[in-house]
């Protein structure tokens, strides 16, 4: 004779990685890669700053670049609209930009190694 309760509800197998966290971690990881590259941009620009128009160019590309990765990786840690707006601000504020995007990239690389994911130097790739 089974010792079972007959009156109870059988148990379902729980998957610890919801959908909604691996849609979070891809957001993560794929706004770790803008920041990353924005970063590496902002690098060449520097560099490039003797041609004026190239050093614009990269310029606004690496802070259209900056802006999207940050907005993303926003969205996958779950922060406010106004911590948001703030970082976006903080984008246009020479020094500020790169400090920024550190700490963000680095809080990915946390977040990203934790769940399992490779973390390389030029962002993430799947575990």
């Given at each position: 004779?089974s010792?079972?309760?007959?009156?109870?509800?059988?148990?379902?197998?729980?998957?610890?990685?919801?959908?909604?966290?691996?849609?979070?971690?891809?957001?993560?990881?794929?706004?770790?890669?803008?920041?990353?590259?924005?970063?590496?941009?902002?690098?060449?620009?520097?560099?490039?700053?003797?041609?004026?128009?190239l050093?614009?160019?990269?310029?606004?590309?690496?802070?259209?670049?900056?802006?999207?990765?940050?907005?993303?990786?926003?969205?996958?840690?779950?922060?406010?609209?106004?911590?948001?707006?703030?970082?976006?601000?903080?984008?246009?504020?020479?020094?500020?930009?790169?400090?920024?995007?550190?700490?963000?990239?680095m809080?990915?690389?946390?977040?990203?190694?934790?769940?399992?994911?490779?973390?390389?130097?030029?962002?993430?790739?799947?575990?």
């Amino acid at each position: 004779m089974s010792n079972e309760n007959p009156y109870q509800a059988p148990r379902a197998e729980v998957d610890d990685h919801s959908p909604s966290d691996s849609a979070d971690l891809q957001q993560i990881a794929s706004g770790q890669k803008l920041v990353i590259y924005s970063i590496i941009l902002n690098f060449v620009t520097m560099a490039a700053r003797n041609s004026t128009g190239l050093a614009l160019v990269l310029s606004l590309a690496a802070l259209v670049m900056a802006i999207i990765g940050i907005l993303r990786l926003c969205g996958g840690f779950g922060h406010s609209t106004g911590t948001k707006v703030l970082l976006v601000i903080g984008c246009f504020v020479p020094l500020v930009n790169l400090v920024i995007l550190v700490v963000l990239s680095m809080k990915a690389t946390g977040r990203l190694r934790e769940a399992g994911y490779k973390v390389g130097l030029l962002g993430a790739s799947r575990p």
